[in-house]
Structures are given as structure tokens and as C-alpha cells.
């Protein structure tokens, strides 16, 4: 039978067919939508659960009005209002308008928003700090997300008895797993304090990698001893004059620090301007030091060793860094 000779397909199988397809995208949805509002009301019952259980092990903590939303590609949690404490290690959180989002296919990448954040340290010294239009993104995996990322608005810190003690247009933080080792980078901008009156606003950027972050982390550290890092960059920039650090540092079993240091200044005699205002009971210091560097030109590149504590400045000890804990 030839090709010309084959049946044709009749109106009312065409239709039938049709019908059985239509009826196929029809059942698929519907397992579809079965699937994400399942999904989603196991998302507001554990986040209760979470919320009971740290309760339970005699943490505060609150997510208010807890509400799966999303559909039909994303899925992610909405509360009023979210609140964690922990009175035993003096720390609270808590926040306003949280939104969080991940898509379908990617569920363990998850970003979101808060309109408002606020904490409060007890220890070492009581510090309270509040932030606005705060965005953040992690890519979670165990034991810990390979990535997060906090980008903010306006930040403000103070003490306890309300005393200002700074504040800063914006800010961000970021944090990746890469093996054993931790990369954090972090960043400023605006950032004034009445603490240091007179400065201009300044921005501060630090770019650092903690060699076997991810395990220490794990274990709860509560000492930076033990600790050794790679220092991508650590800058201090105003409008008109900055120093950046670059190099390696390591706090030894006794607090004591061992690092081999460039500091790269920017208008030198800028900066000794800044930092004698900044600290004038150490004026004369920073001036004559500041006399010697900006004999070195315009954007010196100071190399500073620090053995035990004992900071270097070619065979000359410059000064000393006390102990840390």
C-alpha cells in the first residue's frame, strides 16, 4: 500500500485526540498545582515547627503570619515580621517584611527581602545596629550554604544608652565555602562616626580568605586564636586620600600575631591630616611618621612585618599588638 493509499485520519479521531491531550495538560497542571501547594504547606508547617523547637531549647524566636507564596514557578516564605534571641549569648534579631523566593528547579537558591533588621550585641560591649531594604542570596548545601550575600540601605549603630556611634549609607557582606578555606568580602560606604569627629564620610572594603574557615566554623569557635588568613585587601578611602593592606596574618595558640604586611597609601600627608584629627592624643606620632612616608612620594607601598606581636618597619620595631582573644 502506498503512501497515497494510507487511511487519513478522520474529524473525529483528530478530535479525540484532541481531547485526550487537552485532557493530559489539564491532569498535569493539576498534579502540578497539588504538588506546589503541598509543597508550600510543608513549608509554613516546618517553619513553625523550627520556631517551636527553638522555643523549646529556650531560644525567642517568632515568624509571624508565616505564608507560602509563589506559584506557579517560584515558592518562598512571607512573615510580617521575624524575631530570634538568644539571652544567654546576649544576642537578638529581628526584622520587618521578609520575602523569600526560589525558583522550582533551583529550590536550594534562594533570595529575598526585609524592609527593616535590627540587632543588638551584648557582648563585648552593648552595640545596637539597624538597617533598611535589605536584600540577601544563598545557595544552601550541607554542612554549609556554598554562598550568602547581604546588600543593605542606610545602617546605623549605637550603644545601649542610645549614644550614637555611626553610621554609613550602605553596606554588603559575602561569604563562600571554597574546600576547607572561608572567603569573606564586605564593604562600607559613607561610613562616619562621632567617634572619630572631623573625618570625612569613608569607605571601607575588606577582601579576606580564612585558611580552614569552614571547619573552625563548624565547631563554634569563640577565640581568634588558631586563626590565619589571606588578605585580599583591607581599605580605608576618603574623597581625597586612603590606605589599603594586602598580605598574610595568623593569631598563634597565644593571641600573639605573626603577619607579613604592604600597606599602599594614597596623598599621605592626607591621610596623617585625617588620622591626627581622627586621634589627636597621638598627633605628634602621626606627624612624624607622616613627614617620613610622605618623603616617599604621593602613593607610597609600605612593607611592615609583625613577629609575636612586634611590628617592623624594616629592622626599626615600630610598635607593638597586644594579645587577642
Not at 28 to 37: D, M
Not at 167 to 175: D, I, R, T, V
Not at 267 to 289: E, F, G, W
Request: glycine share 10%; hydrophobic share 40%; charged share 20%.
Amino acid at each position: 500500500m502506498t503512501s497515497s493509499e494510507q487511511p487519513k485520519p478522520t474529524g473525529k479521531s483528530m478530535s479525540r485526540r484532541f481531547a485526550w491531550f487537552a485532557m493530559a495538560i489539564v491532569a498535569g497542571i493539576g498534579l502540578y498545582t497539588a504538588g506546589w501547594f503541598w509543597a508550600a504547606d510543608r513549608l509554613e508547617s516546618e517553619t513553625a515547627r523550627v520556631v517551636e523547637r527553638l522555643r523549646a531549647d529556650g531560644k525567642e524566636a517568632d515568624c509571624t503570619v508565616p505564608t507560602a507564596r509563589g506559584y506557579p514557578f517560584r515558592i518562598g516564605l512571607y512573615c510580617d515580621g521575624i524575631a530570634f534571641a538568644d539571652r544567654q549569648q546576649g544576642l537578638s534579631v529581628s526584622g520587618s517584611g521578609l520575602r523569600s523566593a526560589a525558583q522550582i528547579y533551583q529550590p536550594f537558591r534562594i533570595v529575598g527581602e526585609l524592609d527593616t533588621l535590627a540587632t543588638e550585641l551584648a557582648a563585648p560591649a552593648g552595640i545596637r545596629t539597624t538597617a533598611k531594604d535589605i536584600r540577601f542570596s544563598t545557595r544552601l548545601a550541607h554542612p554549609l550554604p556554598e554562598i550568602a550575600s547581604v546588600e543593605s540601605g542606610a545602617i546605623s549603630a549605637s550603644d545601649f544608652d542610645g549614644r550614637a556611634l555611626g553610621s554609613a549609607q550602605g553596606g554588603a557582606a559575602h561569604a563562600r565555602s571554597r574546600g576547607p578555606d572561608l572567603d569573606l568580602a564586605g564593604s562600607l560606604k559613607g561610613l562616619v562616626t562621632p567617634l572619630a569627629a572631623g573625618l570625612p564620610p569613608i569607605d571601607v572594603d575588606a577582601d579576606v580568605t580564612v585558611l580552614d574557615g569552614v571547619t573552625k566554623l563548624q565547631s563554634r569557635p569563640h577565640s581568634l586564636r588558631g586563626n590565619s588568613i589571606d588578605i585580599r585587601n583591607l581599605a580605608a578611602n576618603a574623597p581625597d586620600g586612603g590606605a589599603s593592606i594586602l598580605g598574610k596574618a595568623a593569631v598563634d595558640a597565644d593571641g600573639l600575631i605573626d603577619a607579613t604586611l604592604e600597606i599602599s597609601i594614597r596623598n599621605p600627608s592626607v591621610v596623617a591630616k585625617h588620622l591626627a584629627t581622627a586621634m589627636p592624643q597621638l598627633a605628634p606620632d602621626i606627624a612624624r611618621y607622616g613627614r617620613i612616608i610622605s618623603a616617599m612620594g604621593d602613593n607610597p607601598k609600605i612593607p611592615i612585618v609583625i613577629v609575636k606581636g612586634e611590628v617592623k618597619l624594616g629592622i626599626f620595631t615600630i610598635g607593638r599588638v597586644p594579645p587577642v582573644d
